[in-house]
């Protein structure tokens, strides 16, 4: 169970919600190709859509960890989940692939996992209106490893807000920590955030998302600056 860094600084946490879960035992060549899969050993899928997607996409990661799955598609939907185009839609879709059905359900598994007990989102008190992802991720997998360009085992500040609190916030936390900035999300992205991955000890990646909530907590009281 991820300790709780932030319970004294005025945000709570928002969990994320898996909406579906499906398995494909053996994937039409057709749309193995049209996914990227290269290897003709992964014909089996997990397909997951979840309500928050950087949520999604760590605990993407966390399945290449714990069983011998590829993450083959990963992408996010336009203006998020409150405008998914149906129930079970959310704000992503994430798939893996593997040679082994077996494989995809231990993967399955640790996804599910992570989201409960580690990645999720948090929102500002009292108003609960500014919401952001200030996760670390102790040791990354095969997944976010590419995304960062960074070896597998690195220890990454996966941070996330609105624009304006993201730019500000990504700034602070780079100024509060030795830590380099591995991927760049600039505003917009599908879901009108933005943000960036950080690479670092585990130390100064647990700094960098410290001073990161601060700044979005500090913006929130403070919005418009007086010059």
């Given amino acids: 169970m991820q300790r709780d860094r932030f319970k004294n600084m005025n945000v709570s946490p928002l969990k994320p919600k898996i909406l579906a879960k499906q398995l494909i035992h053996k994937i039409t060549p057709a749309l193995a190709k049209?996914?990227?899969?290269?290897?003709?050993?992964?014909?089996?899928?997990?397909?997951?859509?979840?309500?928050?997607?950087?949520?999604?996409?760590?605990?993407?990661?966390?399945a290449t960890k714990h069983a011998d799955v590829e993450v083959v598609y990963a992408k996010?939907?336009?203006?998020?989940?409150?405008?998914?185009?149906?129930?079970?839609?959310?704000?992503?879709?994430?798939?893996?692939?593997?040679?082994?059905?077996?494989?995809i359900i231990s993967g399955l598994r640790a996804l599910e996992l992570c989201l409960s007990e580690s990645a999720w989102f948090y929102t500002v008190e009292p108003e609960k209106k500014i919401n952001f992802f200030p996760h670390?991720?102790?040791?990354?997998?095969?997944?976010?490893?590419?995304?960062?360009?960074?070896?597998?085992?690195?220890?990454?500040?996966?941070?996330?807000?609105?624009?304006?609190e993201a730019m500000m916030g990504l700034d602070a936390a780079m100024k509060a920590s030795r830590v380099e900035l591995a991927k760049f999300y600039g505003p917009p992205t599908e879901t009108n955030f933005g943000g960036g991955l950080l690479s670092g000890t585990l130390t100064e990646c647990e700094a960098a998302a410290q001073a990161f909530t601060e700044t979005i907590v500090?913006?929130?009281?403070?919005p418009v600056l007086t010059i």
């Fill in 136 to 164: 670390v991720v102790s040791s990354v997998g095969h997944y976010l490893s590419k995304i960062a360009e960074v070896p597998a085992g690195t220890s990454l500040a996966y941070l996330i807000a609105c624009p304006m």
């Fill in 218 to 222: 500090k913006i929130s009281k403070s």
């Fill in 34 to 62: 049209q996914y990227g899969i290269t290897n003709s050993k992964h014909v089996s899928l997990g397909l997951v859509t979840c309500d928050m997607d950087d949520a999604l996409y760590v605990a993407l990661d966390e």
């Fill in 76 to 103: 996010s939907f336009y203006a998020g989940s409150n405008h998914a185009s149906g129930p079970l839609s959310g704000e992503a879709i994430g798939v893996i692939a593997s040679h082994d059905p077996a494989e």
